[in-house]
């Protein structure tokens, strides 16, 4: 198994840009979460999604789109990059079988907007 | 208050000794705790989660208080692999959409 892959792992975007953050994980797990981390930051929920179909907002998800077609796939969508948007994205699973809600994470994607 | 909260450390111990982080949350409906492992520029990994009874796994002990809020996360005999951010997590309510990452404590463990 995979587990949970990101790409890229690394991009730079100017402002007003728009791009699409890959996320893929091969674990059958129904829930999927994008996050941000910042410096001095915890992790923060972007948006999330519980199954195909099936997507809602965190706690900071202006800026960004979710689609969930598959079970496999959750991709994020910068709509118009901005400075602000300069983060370290992790996307992660989760499967409501597992009592304890533990998290596999990618490996994350570096974003810069300048 | 922030909801989770954790000293960002860094704790600079030796090797070989013991070291306890605290993570204080401000919601007393927290269901689930956890602690998580980083490593510099890496994804996070669950380290243990945190159950009411207290919790041991190897050389690393996780105890819950919920009188006071807190959680906490004990390191006995430190090894230079130990240096690494520990994230404290806290699931509200049992929703997946409610857990809530703490910003981490950094330890480095010294030669």
């Known amino acids: 198994n995979a587990g949970v892959t990101q790409t890229p792992k690394f991009q730079v975007l100017k402002t007003g840009q728009s791009m699409t953050l890959q996320c893929a994980q091969d674990?059958?797990?129904?829930?999927m979460s994008w996050y941000r981390q910042d410096p001095g930051m915890g992790l923060r929920l972007i948006h999330y999604s519980v199954g195909a179909g099936i997507t809602d907002q965190g706690e900071v998800p202006n800026g960004y789109n979710v689609s969930r077609s598959t079970t496999e796939d959750f991709p994020l969508r910068l709509l118009s990059a901005a400075p602000s948007q300069t983060s370290v994205y992790f996307c992660?699973?989760?499967?409501?079988?597992?009592?304890?809600?533990?998290?596999?994470f990618g490996p994350g994607t570096r974003l810069t907007v300048t | 208050r922030k909801e989770v909260e954790q000293d960002p450390g860094p704790f600079n111990v030796p090797e070989g000794a013991t070291v306890a982080f605290n993570c204080t949350y401000s919601n007393s409906a927290s269901q689930s705790f956890f602690w998580y492992r980083q490593d510099c520029r890496k994804e996070p990994k669950l380290l243990m989660s945190v159950y009411s009874s207290g919790n041991e796994d190897g050389r690393f002990t996780a105890q819950l208080n919920r009188a006071s809020q807190y959680i906490s996360l004990l390191i006995r005999d430190s090894k230079l692999s130990d240096s690494a951010t520990y994230l404290c997590v806290v699931n509200y309510s049992g929703g997946y959409q409610k857990v809530t990452f703490g910003i981490g404590t950094k330890l480095q463990v010294i030669p």
């Open positions: 992660a699973s989760s499967s409501r079988r597992e009592r304890s809600y533990e998290q596999y």
């Open positions: 674990m059958n797990h129904e829930y």
